[in-house]
Nanobody, 123 residues
């Protein structure tokens, strides 16, 4: 049974940092690309960062230089280190997984999704 569980969200002040975790089960990271996406009410889910099974990484322009995606294959977990947070980073963050055979771009067309974790950046 495939499962993705996000954790690490919370309330942080502008300029602060958070590290999100996405714990995967039911498959291995060697076979799947993992992405972090975020969504605010009334807007579409947008890609933030993705990491392929070959450890290629992608970042949206809005987070490039501030966020870092990484993975721990032994723990089957993907992390998103978020630094220099801004109020516009406030959103529910979801991790998603897509088979490496079908993954091409960091888009919200993943095969599996977690339930999300809320990140709130206060000014």
């Amino acid at each position: 049974q495939v499962q993705l569980v996000e954790s690490g969200g919370g309330l942080v002040q502008v300029g602060g940092s958070l590290r999100l975790s996405c714990a995967a089960s039911g498959f291995t990271l060697d076979d799947y690309a993992i992405g972090w996406f975020r969504q605010v009410p009334g807007k579409e889910r947008e890609g933030v960062s993705c990491i392929s099974s070959r450890i290629d990484t992608y970042y949206s322009d809005s987070v490039k230089g501030r966020f870092t995606i990484s993975r721990d294959v032994a723990k089957n977990t993907v992390y998103l280190q978020m630094d220099s947070l801004k109020p516009e980073d406030t959103a529910v963050y979801y991790c998603g997984a897509r088979s490496s055979r079908r993954f091409r771009f960091c888009q919200p067309n993943m095969d599996y999704w977690g339930k999300g974790t809320l990140v709130t950046v206060s000014s």
